[in-house]
């Protein structure tokens, strides 16, 4: 039997992207998009380990209903710098700045992103925005909540807020020079053939995802600047004390962070898109359906900040506009979730590793949105703010969506990236540990939410108590999965098994050049006559380069 | 009360019903797509398992049919839930017109109410059975937010502003009350309990606690000391400054030609900062009295000028909480003591 195997690709090649230089200028001056996605790979992870440290500690502290294991102070630092490292500095450059640096060009057929030496100077950025907020934690740490909320931040607070922000201040501009090289790189770098509606869908959801990397990244900076500026010179913005308003910063706050929140997820859409088409060997379902919901996420989340504000002095009437638009905005997930479901119907599921996440992302991502109707509908958001139901879902849409989708990406194209294979026995077993781990930590949340229980609390009435020793429980899951795919994606580096060019039987363009890539990512430029998915093209004997499919259809 | 429904909070207000029934809409439309999405999943992930390596399935192009369902059904579904959360935050909002008035300034890390009727309460609120109560709020430092789960409702409590929230209890007990807004160092212990008596056991606490000064008569004490009488007269009747007697609920033009509704938040802005919104007909002679009163006492001023009749009587002249209904609000709830 001819088979999807058969298809001829490069032999290994001796040069790859990893081995072509050596020594650590090599890697601090590459312009190669691919080692700067290795060298934000490394960052980011070193930072998803401090942020989950902090974890473990919220979750032991609130093991027991009294505040006995942290002080209140040290508590309060604990779970802001848990928001602000994760939010910051690791889902936020999860995707995009790792897998995407790394594939968007692979997968259009380009050399390098457009802007080779900006991409690396946004590595620098992140990297001094890191230092100074790593500067700040050390210094005394920040206890103002990942929120800022005026005018604690700006007159109450005595930790070091001005320096925090200038770290999100500066990592923010890593991120709009990210989103501009993105956007310029899609628009202009794509190969022969490689039409908008051929992309892959990562590519569609990445673009949605500068788009709001590029537009709303400044807001957040602005509001930061006002922030410190307040702080320092006195000047009344924010504080009423001074003569501001506490709730603008509120609204400038949101304006950005609502839209982050899709800068996270978009990313682990398209993921998602590209495991569930690509393990199932099945076009995706109502492909336009599904790159325009990117673009309509895009452009309805910056118009739904105010659910956020339900329960401030907000008119009665903006927070009706807003709770619409926030239901409005539901409806292209909903779309995205439908499409996936429908792209597995009669088709051929794998069981890898990539897809056991695909599957959680979908049932999880469901959860998340779904609570969130609850968040967008005005009465109950107003019993359920700032409680643990909030808390509970947005974890389901963080962690259970972008870092689900990050992780599966990760495991789909390890081979790629690193020319080895993951051991596929204890991805699956990991993505299982981690599935089950994350339910129990977060789904009592929900409850102990409903019942009352607000966030931000260092004790709490003992009747809370079984959740939280429910979610602590859950959360010792969790953490043990989470060190399983970090010791053996270390071990697979030097003893996996060496992948092949196409280990997954694929027809995307990553696929077609050899695992590690080449630095130039492919000898001869594509001429794309394909769609996306397509696992039987349809002029296969006219493809140009050195793919040469001869299918089988079964 | 505890309710007979497991994972669902005390409910004692008339909100909780309401809000109980949308949750439990809300939790079956979600628990109906879970279910319905992962049981959809489950059977292709098993039925269409790869059974032999290279097999590639027939390609399928979508369905704009298909896609239409999906976007329609589900908008429907989004909007009732909208239009019923809509509805029901509509009336949480909408500020009763006969409800007993409690003032309330949060700050790190207590509350501290005080009753119309003059009783002072720290971190803890008496409140009568099948009674409205509106809480007029702000707050010394940061933002807080006064939040009774078992009232299903809360609000942001804000510096440099009044907030207002309203509820009418249904069941006696004892619920919590949490600061929901996160407020620095002892935030997780601003907390304190909401007491709901029988009408009865409430008046007996009220008239217990009798010998407080009320606010607006505490307002009408600060009003001659602070020299506002000078202007506005000792009983608001206006002078150099503009009619206060009278003056409260009502419109009133200003000097750039706009109106403006004589509320709480407007009378505590002209204290602060006169110059803002000048009545028609004046000059901006008024000084500022920021930094010289607390909100303790912008709240027993706000209440006095409250509590001034057009005919130019103040009825804030005693300690008797029997004397001080205001205007335009409820019957005072001692009128119920027989």
Known sequence: MRAIESFEVPAPPKVNYINAQYGLKSWLLTKDHKRIALLYLGSITFFFFIGGLYAMMIRLELLTPQGDLLQSTTYNKVFTQHGIIMVFFFLIPSIPATLGNFLIPMMIGAKDLAFPRINLLSWYIYLLGGVVTIYALLAGGVDTGWTFYTPFSTTFSNSYVVATGLGIFINGFSSILTGLNFIVTIHTMRAPGMTWFRMPLFCWSLYATSLVMVLGTPVIAITILLLAFERVSRVGIFDPGLGGDPVLFQHLFWFYSHPAVYIMVLPSMGVISELVANFSRKNIFGYSFVAFSSLAIAVFGFLVWGHHLFVTPQSIYAGMIFSFLSFAVAIPSAIKVFNWTATLYKSSISYDTPMLYALGFIGLFTIGGMTGLFLASLAVDVHLSDTYFVVAHFHYIMVGGALMGYLGGLHYWWPKISGRMYPEGWGRFSALVIFVGFNLTFLPQFVAGYLGMPRRYHAYPPEFQVFNVLSTAGASILGFGMLIPAIYFVWSMRYGKHADANPWHLPGLEWRTPSPPPTENFEVTPIVTWDAYEFAPREETEVVGKFRPELERT | ?338
């Open chain 2, 1 to 338: 009360m505890q309710s007979w429904i497991p994972l669902v909070p005390d409910s004692a207000s008339t909100f909780s019903w309401k809000v109980d029934a949308l949750y439990f809409y809300l939790s079956g439309i979600t628990l109906f797509f879970t279910l319905l999405i992962s049981g959809v999943l489950i059977f292709f992930v098993i039925r269409y398992r790869r059974r032999t390596p290279y097999e590639i399935p027939r390609p399928v192009a979508g369905s704009h049919k298909l896609e239409t369902i999906w976007t329609v059904i589900p908008f429907l579904i989004a909007m009732t839930m909208f239009g019923w959360g809509a509805r029901v935050y509509f009336d949480q909002y909408k500020p009763p017109t006969n409800a007993i008035e409690v003032y309330v300034v949060g700050k790190q890390w207590m509350w501290k109410l005080q009753h119309a009727t003059g009783q002072r309460e720290i971190n803890e609120l008496h409140v009568p059975v099948g009674r409205k109560v509106k809480l007029i709020m702000t707050s010394e430092d940061v933002i807080h937010d006064f939040f009774v789960p078992a009232f299903r409702t809360k609000a942001d409590v804000v510096p440099g502003r009044y907030t207002t929230m309203w509820f009418e209890p249904t069941t006696p007990g004892t619920y919590h009350l949490f600061c929901a807004e996160y407020c620095g160092m002892n935030h997780s212990g601003m907390t304190g309990s909401i007491i709901v008596m029988e009408p009865r056991e409430f008046d007996n606490w009220l008239s217990g606690n009798i010998g407080a000064t009320t606010p607006a008569a505490a307002g009408q004490q600060l009003f001659q000391t602070l020299g506002c009488a000078s202007c506005h007269g000792a009983n608001g009747e206006g002078g150099r400054g503009p009619t206060l007697a009278g003056a409260f609920g009502k419109m009133t033009p200003l000097q750039s030609g706009e109106t403006v509704r004589v509320d709480e938040g407007y009378i505590r802005e002209s204290i602060l900062n006169p110059q803002a919104k000048i009545v028609a007909g004046f000059g901006p002679i008024m000084p500022t009295f920021q930094g010289q009163v607390s909100e303790d006492q912008l709240v027993q001023l706000v209440a006095f000028i409250k509590s001034l009749r057009a005919t130019g009587q103040t009825p804030a002249t005693a300690a008797s909480p029997a004397q001080t209904a205001s205007p335009g609000t409820a019957p005072s709830p001692t009128r119920n003591v027989r």
